[in-house]
Structure formats: structure tokens, C-alpha cells
């Protein structure tokens, strides 16, 4: 938990942001186990764990559209690199991602997403700048460096007026465009009723007290939804656990979540 609350730490040091007023998503066979003793480390109130947690991944790489991506380096200040030999890079790049999509999924329409890599010439890091619109235009040529100063100064706070913007890297996405099945993972008891779910206590260790206390553990599968549960508690399901500590509680939202709010936060 501490390796975790670290990096997470230093994620937003870098990015910015206030943990007090984030929501922590669980997911992953021992995600929902590590939530509660990392979002009160990190001091978040507040958690969402989805049904199906332990295979929340695979289900979305299963109901996700089919795409790919592709790149290409092309290190050249923006100012020397000609709008035309650009266009062209981009052309080559979609009709090789295009290849491997209609492989996979012939006859679907195609949509393309177009993506450099940018920064100040000299640096060692770069930024993504998307250069498809989500209209599906595209930003011109010369609005480009306009955009990656002013994502520089979000992500930052400054920008150098004075310093030569340089592409490093090209990358186009194809994405085959087809219904995206859809996933319900709803609770199947009765609305309001999380008794009928209950299938004992068993000690469980509480790191905030510093010892073992007794958890009521509920069956995840036979939850109904708008139901609430105090903490401690332990939710089990075929491939995952949510442990919930004394002092946090439970909701179960109709459409599959489970919110759970720690000491002093409001769902």
C-alpha cells in the first residue's frame, strides 16, 4: 500500500490535484483489497468498485472497438517541416494501421485519430498533442504551435516564447467504427436489501486500529441494488474481494458499482 501511495504521490506533485477530492476506482483481482488502506493513505473519502472487478480489464479489451496504432520518428523543427510532406506521413501511416484493422474486421468503416509527439528543441520529454478534433476535424497546420503552447502552460504553469518547438514522433490510431457490445453487470437481489447477501463474520486485520476486528462478509452476486453497508466488511466474489474498513460504508448503485465513502466523506 505504501509502495502505491508513493507513486501515486508523486503522479500528482507532477500533475497537480488534490486527493481529498478524488474518487479512487478499484479494479483487479487485489485492487478492491489494497482500496481502503490506499485511499486513506492518499486521504481520499471516496471509492468505486465495479462488479466483475477482477476481470474489469478483460471486459473492456473484449467489448472495446477494434484498433491500432502506429508511429513513426521524425525529429525536425515544426518550422522546417513542410505542411505537404506532413500530410503525406500521416496518409502512409493510416494505410498501414488500416491493413492490420481490416485484417480483424473486414468491411467495417475505418476512422482515423492523428497524434504528434512535441517539444522544446533540447529536451528530453515530449508532448502528446492530438490533432484530430472531436468533431472529427483536424487542427491546422499553423494552429499546431499555438496548441502545444498552450498545453505546455496547462500542464506546467510557463512556456518558452523563445525556444524552437521540434515534432519528434508521428502516431496515427485506426479504429474500426461498429456497435460496441454492451456489458451489465447489475446486482441480482432484491433493490434495497443486502441481508439476503450476508454469509457470516470472520476476523480481518484493520491497519488504522492496529489489530484484528470482526467483518461481516457479504456475497457480491446476491446484493440487491440501494442497499447500504456499514464497514467492516468484506465483499467477496469469484474473482475479487473488496475489504471495507470500520468506519467507511457501502452503497450498491442499480447499474453494478459499489460506492464506498471513508471517514468524512460524502457519496
Not at 477530492?21 to 478499484?26: D, E, M, R
Not at 442497499?227 to 448503485?253: K, N, Q, Y
Request: with cysteine; hydrophobic share 40%.
Amino acid at each position: 500500500n505504501e509502495n502505491m501511495a508513493s507513486a501515486a504521490r508523486i503522479h500528482i506533485a507532477e500533475k497537480g490535484g488534490d486527493f481529498s477530492n478524488t474518487t479512487l476506482i478499484a479494479f483487479g483481482g487485489a485492487g478492491p483489497v489494497h482500496a481502503d488502506g490506499l485511499a486513506r493513505k492518499l486521504g481520499a473519502t471516496r471509492m468505486l468498485v465495479p462488479r466483475g472487478a477482477g476481470v474489469f480489464s478483460a471486459l473492456g479489451f473484449v467489448v472495446a472497438p477494434v484498433s491500432f496504432e502506429v508511429s513513426r520518428t521524425h525529429v525536425v523543427r515544426l518550422d522546417d517541416m513542410p505542411p505537404d510532406e506532413l500530410e503525406q506521413l500521416y496518409r502512409s501511416l493510416e494505410s498501414e494501421a488500416a491493413a492490420v484493422v481490416r485484417a480483424v474486421a473486414s468491411g467495417a468503416d475505418i476512422a482515423f485519430a492523428r497524434a504528434l509527439d512535441l517539444c522544446y528543441r533540447g529536451q528530453g520529454s515530449s508532448i502528446r498533442l492530438p490533432l484530430s478534433e472531436p468533431d472529427g476535424g483536424m487542427i491546422a497546420f499553423d494552429d499546431i504551435a499555438t496548441r502545444f503552447t498552450e498545453e505546455y502552460m496547462n500542464r506546467y504553469g510557463y512556456a518558452y516564447e523563445d525556444m524552437e518547438i521540434q515534432i519528434r514522433t508521428l502516431r496515427v490510431t485506426a479504429t474500426a467504427e461498429r456497435e460496441v457490445p454492451k456489458v451489465s453487470l447489475r446486482f441480482s437481489g432484491e433493490s434495497g436489501d443486502a441481508q439476503g447477501a450476508l454469509k457470516g463474520e470472520r476476523p480481518a486485520y484493520a491497519p488504522q486500529l492496529g489489530e484484528f476486528v470482526s467483518h461481516k462478509v457479504y456475497a457480491v452476486d446476491r446484493l440487491g441494488g440501494d442497499a447500504r453497508i456499514d464497514g467492516p466488511a468484506i465483499f467477496e466474489e469469484e474473482a475479487s474481494t473488496l475489504v471495507m474498513g470500520p468506519g467507511a460504508s457501502a452503497m450498491t448503485d442499480p447499474r453494478g458499482w459499489i460506492l464506498v465513502t471513508l471517514d468524512g466523506g460524502t457519496i
